[in-house]
């Protein structure tokens, strides 16, 4: 895809074109300045409802205390370090050491971004499932990275209601991705945007592969909130002998639903923390004060609260509501067993060859028409799947469209009436 070209005296860095940062990406095209002021927004992940009452209480109470509005330690303050480890000690059967084992971040992406600048040697490769999501490939890149992409591969012929499980790794082409460069696998389950829950079997295969080659391994469980169906979450950290080699990303943003908070945090043994500290302090110094003891207030109460289950069983009426919707249709489309998103098959939706298009879907994948094509017929948008693939693979992607159901169940229901009318359009 074609970057912007800025006329400047001054050459940019050619990391901006490596990681497509310059490029019009799929968020640009797909929003509300471009699509119809009655559109539906199912295709970026943000949430159109509030954090639970009472850790938005707790944020207005922060603001309240005169040192919860000033720097906080890089590590992180102490008593969201400490919640922390409360919630996080049962589930990695360790007991965490708050000042050499937790590290809060500016969201978990900066946190990310923080870990390849604290690990990445330039030419260092990078494997990466796909589809990816699309910030890994700037943060690697601009930290002189490379990245090596490895399918998931979805299910052959599939029709009607199939698992987000299905989609599947294949183990020879995960080992012929390594070689003598390679640092680093980034493992994210739940998947973005696949919906996929690694199993345990398929995390002790990348284990194994992980410790032949001395690689890190970043497990990005921003989603581990959100798992349904009873379907086990397996950290890969727990794993025999991988906590000395993996970091373990969370969001409070994603637990909460609080997005634009931008409270994250790593979890990881020290020779892994300490250095990605030292990254953190330089690229943000500490993140946001109040918001991290709201964040701490929220994880002290979510065991008596039972808030977790409460807010998963909430999701999975969410996930009925376009599941049913998509049923009706008879398009092919993934069950998801974690995370929000569901991907539909759409290479049956048929648009005009002349359909006035705009320049910016023009020259990409096929699902960049119809999700565009469905916006503004339907009255429903959704993201391209093949902006999560190398050029080499984006005909994976190309057949689906990512539909987010992280908004509240009238919005939903809505965008089911409408997506009814997709029916005439099927081929």
């Not at 639970?52 to 207005?60: D, G, H």
């Not at 006035?356 to 699902?367: K, N």
Request: hydrophobic share 40%; glycine share 6%.
């Amino acid at each position: 895809m074609a970057a912007v070209d800025y006329p400047s005296p001054v050459k940019f860095a050619s990391r901006l074109k490596d990681g497509r940062a310059l490029a019009e990406d799929v968020w640009s095209i797909y929003n509300v300045a471009n699509l119809p002021a009655d559109c539906i927004n199912l295709g970026q992940g943000y949430m159109n409802f509030a954090p639970p009452e009472w850790v938005r209480k707790a944020a207005e109470e922060a603001l309240d205390v005169v040192a919860a509005n000033h720097y906080s330690h890089p590590k992180g303050r102490i008593r969201l370090r400490q919640a922390i480890k409360k919630v996080y000690d049962p589930q990695l059967h360790r007991d965490l050491d708050v000042e050499k084992e937790i590290l809060v971040t500016s969201g978990a992406n900066e946190g990310q971004y923080s870990v390849f600048t604290a690990f990445l040697e330039q030419g260092d490769e990078v494997i990466m499932f796909e589809p990816f999501f699309d910030q890994y490939l700037a943060s690697v890149t601009f930290n002189g990275g490379v990245p090596i992409y490895v399918p998931l591969h979805p299910p052959a012929n599939a029709s009607g209601k199939f698992s987000s499980d299905e989609w599947k790794i294949d183990p020879k082409e995960l080992r012929a991705a390594i070689t003598p460069r390679t640092k680093m696998i980034i493992v994210n389950t739940p998947h973005n945007p696949v919906g996929k829950v690694f199993t345990r079997a398929e995390l002790e295969m990348i284990a194994s592969l992980a410790k032949e080659h001395n690689l890190l391994v970043m497990a990005d469980e921003v989603y581990d909130t959100l798992v349904f169906d009873g379907k086990e979450h397996v950290r890969i950290a727990t794993l025999p002998g991988m906590w000395d080699r993996t970091v373990t990303v969370g969001s409070a943003g994603k637990s909460f639903a609080a997005t634009g908070w931008r409270v994250g945090w790593l979890i990881g043994p020290e020779y892994i923390i300490r250095p990605t500290l030292a990254a953190s302090t330089r690229i943000v110094f500490c993140s946001n004060s109040p918001l991290q003891e709201a964040a701490a207030a929220g994880l002290e109460q979510v065991q008596e609260r039972k808030f977790f289950q409460t807010q998963t069983a909430e999701y999975a009426e969410r996930r009925k509501v376009l599941t049913d919707c998509f049923d009706t249709l008879g398009l092919p489309y993934t069950n998801p067993e974690g995370s929000y998103f569901i991907l539909l098959d759409i290479s049956r939706v048929k648009f005009p060859d002349d359909y006035a298009f705009p320049q910016s879907v023009l020259g990409r994948g096929r699902d960049f028409k119809a999700c565009w094509f469905i916006a503004l017929e339907v009255g429903v948008s959704s993201i391209p799947v093949s902006e999560f693939y190398c050029i080499e693979h984006a005909n994976i992607g190309e057949v689906y469209a990512r539909f987010s159901f992280c908004k509240d169940v009238d919005t939903l229901r809505h965008a089911s009436q409408r997506l009814q009318n997709l029916k005439q359009y099927i081929v």
